[in-house]
């Protein structure tokens, strides 16, 4: 059965009395510290399943934190592709942005040199333009 890894954040400290436990249920490894209950009686401290596994072998450790670790890449690996997405979405509204404001100021040239059209038109135009690429023209 393939389990979302889940790892105990406390350090297994067997000085205070503490050991390693895996709970087949849900896939959790870490410190009995961590697990809920007390006495002989002790449950997984994600799915409340009974008595999680005390004698886990250093090669199950290895695999479950090496899966936890891939799991992380991938879920990084996704996050870049979503980033990557949007960082394309946001480049093609800029370039359209840049195209609309090329065309705007075009308009505005012609318009400047039409008949009745005065300075002040000619200057608020080309101030706009400005703003908008987000300088000075």
């Known amino acids: 059965m393939t389990h ?3 790892l ?3 350090p297994v400290n067997g000085s205070r009395g503490y050991f390693l436990c895996k709970c087949d249920e849900c896939g959790w490894l870490g410190s009995s510290e961590e697990a809920t209950g007390g006495g002989e009686l002790y449950y997984c ?6 008595e999680p596994d005390e004698q886990v072998g250093a090669a199950q450790v290895f695999n479950t934190m090496l899966a936890h670790i891939d799991a992380q890449a991938a879920r990084i690996a996704e996050l870049e592709l979503a980033l990557f997405a949007e960082n394309q979405k946001r480049l093609d509204v800029e370039r359209q ?5 090329a065309a705007l100021e075009k ?4 318009q400047a040199y039409k008949p009745g059209s005065g300075p002040d038109w000619w200057e608020q135009g080309r101030a706009a333009i400005a703003e908008a690429k987000g300088g000075a023209s």
């Open 4 to 6: 979302q890894v889940k």
């Open 45 to 50: 401290p994600i799915c409340s399943a009974q």
């Open 107 to 110: 308009a505005v040239v012609r």
């Open 97 to 101: 942005r840049d195209q609309l404001l």
């Open 8 to 10: 105990g954040t406390k």
